[in-house]
Structure formats: C-alpha cells, structure tokens
C-alpha cells in the first residue's frame, strides 16, 4: 500500500514539474511602451500603442532561449511588422501611420526581455 502512494505522489510530483510556469518575469505596459523581462515566457500577452503623427514604434529583443514571435498590427489591417521565431538580439523601427497598433507577443519556453517604445522622430 505505501509503495503505491509512492508511486502515486512521485508521478503526481513529475507532472507537476513538466507544466511549468507560464510567465517569470516584469512587465509594464501603457499607451505608449511596452517593457518586458523574463526568465520564462510560456505564453501570449499584447499591449497596444498609440502612435501619433510624427512618432515611430521603436523595438528592442532579446531572445536568449526558446522561441519568440511578434506582431504589429492596426486593427485587422495587414501587420506592419510580423516575425514567427526570433533568435537573438534584435533592434529595428517600425514607422506606421498615426493610429493605435496592438503589439503581441508570443513566447515558448523563452528567456529574453522585449521593449516597445513610442518615440518622437526625428
């Protein structure tokens, strides 16, 4: 009887352990900049922008493991900025027009951080 509740609570224990968490990290996130860090990112999380006339979305990532996508979109307008599996670090400008962009975010098993700032340009 004991071997058996053994058992039990050690596979109980394994399966606990496999889900593991959906999001370890900081966020913050207002109308004009999304910030994330994150030793785990399991999950989907959106934020969306305001852009104004004469502003640009200005984006920093780190992908240090796991997988990561993103999409900038408009509404159901085309996205202006689309990758399914980031790697690596990367720095890029998107410049739309005015209006307000949903930024979303993907990760899968991801270490790495994410930093959407609305800037003015120049």
């Not at 394994?14 to 889900?19: D, F, K, N, P, Y």
């Not at 999001?23 to 004009?32: K, V």
């Amino acid at each position: 009887m004991n071997r058996i509740i053994c058992c039990v609570l050690l596979l109980a224990l394994a399966l606990t352990a496999c889900g593991g968490a959906d999001f370890d990290g900081s966020r913050l996130g207002n109308e004009s900049e999304l910030t994330m860090e994150f030793k785990t990112l399991n999950r989907e999380d959106e934020q969306n922008l305001t852009i104004g006339e004469g502003e640009h979305l200005h984006a920093e990532i780190s992908v240090e493991k796991g997988s990561l996508s993103v999409v900038i979109q408009k509404d159901d307008e085309a996205p202006v900025y689309e990758d399914g599996d980031l790697k690596g670090d990367l720095v890029f400008d998107v410049t739309p027009e005015a209006g307000t962009y949903t930024v979303h975010v993907d990760g899968r098993k991801a270490r790495g951080s994410v930093s959407f700032t609305v800037e003015p340009s120049e």
